[in-house]
């Protein structure tokens, strides 16, 4: 008896170094199985109409789930909005005038409520959505994890300070990942979602004008649609060569210097992640399977679990 209480603990213990206690050993992939098993169908079906209507989306919908990870975690505080006595992230400076979907999501909780009211958080619904994004457009599926909750708070400072932005280099890009605990190589696997969405002109212009580093019939051809003083909100795909589908062809371009953001290009610039770029520009299968795995390790970035935040009912606000 003593032996086989020892043994427990001590797979306890080896369970608790492995995962760090946290993430890992609270999100399942089954956690709905029994309490909403029509959720991850629900939202697969409301994720295929948004894109099919509008190929954009999909990139808004990844989009959405990394800049909520990336504040305080995976908890749907991006969702929240400003009410008299409460600030949210919507109008911090990354997301302000950038991030959109919002209302697709909301769709998704509307019909998830109704066949399991109280059941399924925002956080959880967001990370499905960005999973099922990316499979309609073409790239790699993976498990996604769950069983998160939703924060009753938002961190709008740290929004503003904690992004990624498409003016750095590539030593404060890598920073900034590495903050999170992505490793370089992750960091360059994660920056390929840049295969789809579009970027404002105010954005660019700086480095379709300025920059030297950029294939000059590329930089002109952009010109055309953001102009040196106006068109602020005209759009540019990130990925010109295809568009809306979910491939290597972003890393493909960056050997063409055919970054879009100066962020873009500073990955195959002479430094350090060029050789994982050319690694990616001839390796689809590798690059969407590392591009998987960092996913599924950004959904794990410090979830709220057991009885921590709340599951919202509606995720534009705190219960």
């Known amino acids: 008896m003593g032996f086989h209480l020892h043994s427990n603990i001590f797979c306890f213990f080896a369970f608790f170094l492995l995962f760090g206690g946290g993430a890992f050993g609270q999100l399942s992939s089954n956690y709905y199985a029994t309490t909403c098993p029509r959720a991850l169908s629900t939202i697969r079906t409301a994720v295929n109409n948004a894109v099919s209507k509008e190929h954009r989306m999909g990139a808004s919908l990844l989009r959405l789930h990394f800049h909520d990870c990336f504040i305080n975690g995976c908890d749907a505080s991006v969702l929240l909005d400003d009410t008299a006595n409460f600030t949210g992230e919507k109008t911090a400076g990354p997301n302000a005038n950038s991030l959109r979907g919002y209302e697709e ?4 909780k509307s019909q998830v409520e109704s066949i399991c009211p109280g059941v399924v958080s925002c956080a959880d619904i967001l990370a499905v959505a960005a999973r099922d994004s990316v499979v309609a457009l073409g790239g790699p599926s993976w498990t996604v994890q769950l069983g998160r909750r939703d924060s009753t708070t938002a961190g709008f400072a740290e929004a503003n300070t904690e992004m990624p932005s498409p003016g750095m280099d590539l030593s404060d890009l890598i920073s900034s990942f ?6 370089e190589k992750e960091t360059v696997a994660l920056s390929g979602a840049h295969t789809i969405g579009q ?11 300025n920059e030297t580093n950029i294939d000059s019939a590329y930089a002109t ?3 055309s649609n953001c102009t040196s003083t106006g068109g602020d909100d005209n759009l540019a795909p990130l990925d010109v060569t295809t568009p809306v589908a979910f491939d290597n062809a972003y890393f493909k371009n960056l050997l063409n210097s055919k970054g879009l953001m100066h962020s873009d290009q500073q990955l195959f610039n002479g430094g350090s992640t060029d050789s994982q770029v050319t690694t990616y520009s001839n390796n689809p299968a590798t690059f969407k399977a590392d591009f998987a795995n960092a996913m599924v390790k950004m959904g794990n970035l410090s979830p709220l679990t057991g009885s921590s935040g709340q599951i919202r009912t509606n995720c534009r606000k705190i219960n």
């Open 105 to 108: 999501i909301d769709t998704m």
């Open 178 to 183: 590495s903050n999170k605990g992505f490793t």
């Open 199 to 209: 970027v404002r002109c105010v954005i660019f212009r700086e480095r379709i004008y």
């Open 221 to 223: 051809s952009l010109k």
